[in-house]
């Protein structure tokens, strides 16, 4: 299974940015995995940004929390994350990744991830 990310870019400090990810095997358990995305900023580590389960339920990282949104289609096997007021602070290369959909939180444990996409960069900046 491949998770395609794209729709990077860069975009002027307080400006939108909607990121995708989609999973290219057809037969892909979505319903199976809980989808998140993930960022990485030059000389810092990968963090968690925002995870959502099949059930909908969201988590989101502190400093993202009412400024990013993220979703998904069953349909089109794919997860978005909608990036609005976004700072320079938000630069960096975002991943998508998948865990299984089991009882425990989501994304708190790396380990548990099974599939990372290829990341899409982003910058915020005038």
């Known amino acids: 299974v491949q998770l395609q990310a794209s729709g990077g870019g860069l975009v002027q400090p307080g400006g939108s940015l909607r990121v995708s990810c989609t999973a290219s095997?057809?037969?892909?358990?979505?319903?199976?995995?809980?989808m998140g995305w993930f960022r990485q900023a030059p000389g810092k580590e990968r963090e968690f940004v925002a995870g959502?389960?099949?059930?909908?339920?969201?988590k989101y990282a502190d400093s993202v929390k009412g400024r990013f949104i993220i979703s998904r289609d069953s349909a089109k096997n794919t997860v978005y994350l909608q990036m609005n007021s976004l700072e320079p602070e938000d630069s960096a290369v975002y991943y998508c990744?998948?865990?299984?959909?089991?009882?425990?939180?989501?994304?708190?444990?790396?380990?548990?991830?099974?599939?990372w996409g290829q990341g899409t960069l982003v910058t915020v900046s005038s």
């Open positions: 959502i389960k099949w059930s909908w339920t969201t």
């Open positions: 095997d057809s037969g892909f358990a979505f319903s199976r995995y809980n």
């Open positions: 990744a998948a865990e299984p959909n089991r009882n425990w939180g989501l994304f708190e444990d790396i380990r548990r991830i099974d599939y």
